[in-house]
Each structure stands twice: as C-alpha cells, then as structure tokens.
C-alpha cells in the first residue's frame, strides 16, 4: 500500500461486516471512524458519527445482504453524512443485495435493483464502490459514478500453480464473461454449464459443454445462495469424469442448508470471499479470502482521485 496522505479520510462501517472495514483501515493505517448505532424496541435504527465530518471525504462501508435492515442502515449513514456536510460520500458496498432482481422478467414484478439504486442516490451518496454485481449493467442503474472491482484478482493466484490440467467452468451462461477472463488469465480451457431454472433457487442441469474427463476443474461466479446450482454443478462434473473440483466465488450468500451441501458434495475446495461475514467450523472445505486489501485500495485511490481502472478490468474479449 503506498504512503498517501489520509488526514481527509474517514471510514465508517456499518454492522453488515465490520471485520472487513478493519481490515480495510488496518492496510490504509487509518483509524476506523466512530460512529453510535442504537436499535430501538421497535426495530428502529438510529445512527450517529461520534466526530466531525464537516469538509471531510467520507467512505461507508456497508454489504446490503438480507435482512433488509442492512439497506436501511446505509441509508440512514448516508442521510446522516449528508446532513453533517460532509464533502464527498461514498458507499463502500462489497455485497450489492437484490441484484438479482435488475429486469422486468414477468409482469407485475419490480426492478428493485434500480429501486435500491435510487434510494442509495437520494439518500446522499456522491459514488459507489462494489465488487462483482451480479450483472454488469446494474452501474447503468446509478445517476453517480460506481466503480465496479472483480475478484478474480483475489482468487487467480490460489490456482496459477496448482494444477497444469485445468478447466475453468461457468455453472450458466450469464457467468461465461468472467469465466473467459479466468480461463486467459490461467491459460485453462473454459467450460460452460447449460441449465435451466424451473422456479427460483432450483437449478436443473442440462449439459456440459466441453471436456472435463481426467480434469482438475475451477467453477466462478458472482454469488452462491441456497447452493442447488453448484451441487447440481458439482455433481454434473464428476459424472462426466471432472478429477478434483475447485471452486471460487465472490460473495457467499450460504442461506438455509447450503452450507451442509457444499460440505456433503464432492467440491476439494471453495473459495469465498469476506463480503459476507460467515462464521465457518474448523477444516471446512469452505476457505475465505481476504478483499480487504483491493477495497483499501480502491478507497485510497478514489480519495486521491485517480484511476482504479487496474482495479477492476477484466478480459473483454
């Protein structure tokens, strides 16, 4: 991490991931801002900054995973930094929630994905900073500059010398862009899963498109939830002979049982990252990586304001 001047600069975390935003201070040798956070009897938030923001740039860090209470609280920390005069506001979101709802796909339904877009605005935020929407477009949604990063950077090199037979695999078509990009950047061969979604949260394969037979295999992708998909996946891939199977995956939803699948499953490794706080038992096969340190980047970058490009390109051929 380079020695830029930080004396303008204040983070605040939310209560989604404070871990993460202490790790996040502790790469800038920033102390973390301090803020009060109350939860009345009747579920209210309340939130106060315990120091002045006045003139200051200030970054909030906040996934807006479910419960909705999340949302709330960066909604209400940004209402709050704007009223204090703060700047320059920016909202730190390693988890973008509801991103899957982003297309009018059946009548009478809403695009929230553009809903939470325009609350995050209205509320006070002057930028965003995220990592691996689940798609792209999404910053298309926003009336303010969002700086889109990808974990690849973070995962690649956990895999550039551990196998010299390697398929990288998308468990669906809307994966294949950043599959592509590991696929290059490992120089493995890519392998794309076609399925079909006959209600939500159940996945049913139907074919594997490419060789994976006495192949070690990486499946990508943005989000894991209930983990249908990816057992599904999984299991589609040993059958057609996959050798060890490997995954890595961004932001790690683990609802319900998904946690007891990916353990019963025929996976020798998945890789999450710490968008999500998840607390894991001892030699589970799940193993975290740290996005502490491109966050930190990408803050100190954006507070100095110069490129982050590096940050988040991926492949786009």
Not at 16 to 23: I, Q
Not at 141 to 159: G, K, M, Q, R
Not at 281 to 293: D, L, R, W, Y
Request: aromatic letters at 6%; charged letters at 25%; hydrophobic letters at 45%.
């Amino acid at each position: 991490m380079n020695n830029f001047d930080v004396s303008d600069l204040l983070i605040f975390s939310g209560g989604s991931n404070v871990g993460l935003t202490d790790k996040i201070c502790s790469f800038l040798n920033v102390n973390k801002g301090l803020i009060e956070r109350k939860i009345f009897s009747d579920g209210e938030i309340w939130i106060k900054f315990k120091e002045n923001i006045r003139g200051r740039d200030v970054f909030l860090v906040q996934s807006t995973m479910p419960p909705a209470e999340n949302l709330m609280e960066l909604l209400i920390m940004l209402d709050a930094a704007k009223r204090s005069s703060a700047r320059r506001i920016t909202a730190v979101i390693p988890y973008f929630g509801y991103a899957r709802q982003d297309r009018k796909d059946q009548p009478r339904v809403a695009v929230t994905a553009k809903l939470v877009a325009d609350l995050l605005t209205k509320a006070g935020a002057d930028k965003v900073i995220t990592m691996d929407l689940h798609a792209a477009q999404i910053q298309g949604f926003f009336d303010i500059p969002v700086d889109h990063l990808y974990a690849s950077a973070i995962f690649t090199d956990e895999f550039r010398n551990k196998t010299e037979n390697l398929a990288v695999v998308s468990p669906d078509v809307g994966g294949i862009k950043i599959a592509r990009s590991y696929s290059k950047r490992l120089g493995a061969d890519l392998v794309l899963i076609d399925k079909r979604r006959p209600k939500p949260n159940v996945a049913e394969v139907m074919n594997v498109i490419g060789n994976v037979e006495n192949k070690d295999v990486l499946i990508v992708d943005d989000l894991i939830d209930t983990a249908g998909t990816f057992v599904a996946a999984i299991n589609a891939l040993k059958k057609r002979g996959a050798s060890k199977i490997y995954g890595a995956v961004t932001h790690a939803l683990l609802s319900g049982s998904a946690i007891e699948k990916i353990e019963n499953s025929a996976i020798d490794k998945l890789y999450v990252s710490d968008t999500i706080f998840k607390q894991l038992k001892p030699n589970s096969k799940i193993i975290v990586k740290s996005s502490a340190e491109l966050f930190a980047e990408a803050i100190i970058r954006s507070h100095h304001n110069e490129s982050i490009s590096s940050l988040f390109e991926i492949d786009k051929s």
